[in-house]
């Protein structure tokens, strides 16, 4: 596991960077153990759970160690003058209120608490499965706000609400620990997309910047050549056959495609929605900045209803659907031949 950390970065670690090491030495040995749990969530009801404690491993940091943030500063489109047309973003609209949300920002926070178009809404994302994931925070008559609890299940991201400690997977929206077990987080349409592509569709928009731009390293990629090792980091359960497991994928529901596939093709049918797969966004994971990395392209999910409205969906890596969604399918398809100087 130790192969993913580069000499550089040894001489130059960040904070992601000792958690991980500190991981690697200790979270594979470690048993989930809810009693050593209890010390730091004292609150968490872990006699309510609807997953095996096993499948839960320290991910290095501590409860919140990796800090959301809630109180989200944003400037016009104007104003963000340090993104490049390439860089990767969550792009999230509702009722007209559009919000850019860099991924050289959340690579550090991981979760956004916030309020767009009148919704709360909590805009995550987890660095280690590519998961770009905006929820609905309202939950029957309350409105919970999220953190993080260090933790990861399947490589993912668990996070826990602070009214009533129970713990989430962030991939699926699943409550899995403590009194909100069994409940289900909405998942809310939004894009993960380039800064251009953002910037001609809103320009009156608004993009999130750091709330102390010396804090964190921002715009570095503490990850780097992550999503093209031969296997992930923190992960030993199955792997998808015929695919690479960190290669991208798109997916809806019960179902996937490659981005190998969606290259070749530009746009597929499938059914009720259109997946449609354009170059000019950087791998947020691939070189030492994340504005950087490589073209992995932008990919759209638009219903065929008139007008077309963007379909609820995730892109993520092929391992982390097949964890989730073991006996689900992802379209393969035929490969993308590639030319000289073309990226994926």
């Known amino acids: 596991m130790l192969s993913r950390i580069t000499i550089r970065q040894l001489r130059h670690p960040g904070p992601f960077l000792l958690a991980a090491v500190v991981a690697l030495l200790i979270s594979g040995s470690a048993a989930a153990d809810p ?46 003058s340090e993104l490049v047309p390439e860089e ?8 007209g209120d559009a919000r850019a949300y860099p991924l050289r920002v959340l690579m550090w926070h991981e979760i956004v608490n916030d309020t767009v178009g009148g919704v709360p809404v909590a805009v995550t994302y987890c660095p280690l499965c590519n998961a770009a994931i905006v929820f609905d925070r309202r939950l029957d008559d309350r409105v919970l706000d999220f953190g993080t609890t260090g933790n990861l299940r399947n490589s993912d991201l668990v996070m826990y609400d602070r009214q009533t400690e129970s713990w989430w997977q962030q991939y699926t929206g699943d409550a899995i620990v403590g009194d909100l077990t069994g409940q289900t987080l909405t998942l809310l349409a939004s894009r993960l997309t380039s800064w251009g592509r953002f910037r001609t569709a809103h320009p009156e928009g608004r993009v999130l910047v750091p709330n102390d731009p010396r804090s964190r390293h921002y715009g570095v990629n503490p990850y780097v050549g992550y999503d093209t090792r031969p296997a992930p980091f923190l992960y030993d359960g199955e792997l998808p056959e015929g695919i ?15 981005f190998e596939h ?3 093709m530009r746009t ?5 929605f259109v997946i449609s797969w354009e170059p000019g966004q950087a791998s947020a994971v691939d070189a030492n900045m994340v504005a950087l990395g490589r073209d992995v392209g932008n990919i759209t999910v638009r219903s ?16 982390v659907f097949h964890a989730f969604q073991p006996g689900a399918e992802i379209v393969l398809g035929e490969p993308f031949e590639r030319g000289e100087g073309d990226d994926i």
């Open 88 to 95: 990767p973003l969550i792009s999230l609209n509702i009722a």
């Open 244 to 258: 690479a497991p960190l290669e991208r994928v798109v997916a809806v529901g019960d179902r996937a495609w490659s």
């Open 35 to 80: 009693d050593r749990w209890r010390y730091a969530w004292p609150n968490t009801d872990f006699t309510k759970h609807s997953v095996d404690f096993r499948s839960i491993r320290s991910g290095g940091p501590p409860r919140d160690g990796i800090p959301p943030i809630d109180d989200p500063a944003f400037v016009p489109v104007s104003g963000a």
């Open 262 to 264: 969606l290259r070749a």
């Open 268 to 272: 597929v049918d499938a059914g009720e």
């Open 304 to 319: 065929k209803g008139s007008p077309p409205e963007d379909v609820p969906h995730h892109v993520t890596f092929a391992f």
